[in-house]
């Protein structure tokens, strides 16, 4: 089939511990993230939810990863297109990939249910920071 064609281009050897990794520390940037200390107190004031305790099941947070492991992924594949991948190219990557498909979804979806700014800034910059690490551990490793 024509669009199974694209796996042809797969690099042969594909870096399963970088993106597992990567996949696991946006995911642990997410929960540091919305903590009330750091990002998560504005975030609730933008939502309307000042003191309000948000309870997540533990299945939110299985999705979340499985969810930062599809993306882990997809990075690594792009990123096997960059030879060799060097830090600013893979920092441009992850800032390419951000404005165009992250930030984009979510200022329309936020826009359409009517989400203030300032959460779909909080939101947005979360990808970027989690894209941005992909690129420093796809850097290291």
């Not at 930062?68 to 800032?95: K, Q, R």
């Not at 979510?106 to 947005?124: N, P, R, T």
């Not at 979360?126 to 992909?134: E, I, K, Q, R």
Request: net charge negative; proline share 5%.
């Amino acid at each position: 089939m024509f669009f199974l064609d694209i796996f042809n281009q797969f690099p042969t050897t594909f870096p399963v511990v970088e993106t597992i990794l990567s996949g696991f520390v946006a995911f642990v940037l997410g929960i540091l993230w919305y903590h009330p200390k750091i990002m998560g107190e504005k975030w609730l004031e933008a939502m309307g939810r000042d003191d309000e305790k948000i309870s997540l099941s533990p299945f939110v947070y299985v999705v979340a990863l499985c969810l930062w492991m599809v993306s882990a992924a997809v990075y690594s594949f792009l990123a096997g297109f960059l030879t060799p991948p060097a830090i600013g190219e893979l920092l441009g990557l992850s800032t390419f990939i951000w404005v165009g498909f992250i930030l984009p979804a979510v200022m329309i979806g936020g826009m359409f249910i009517g989400k203030k700014l300032m959460v779909m800034a909080v939101d947005s910059s979360y990808f970027l920071a989690g894209l941005y690490l992909f690129a420093v551990i796809h850097d290291v490793l």
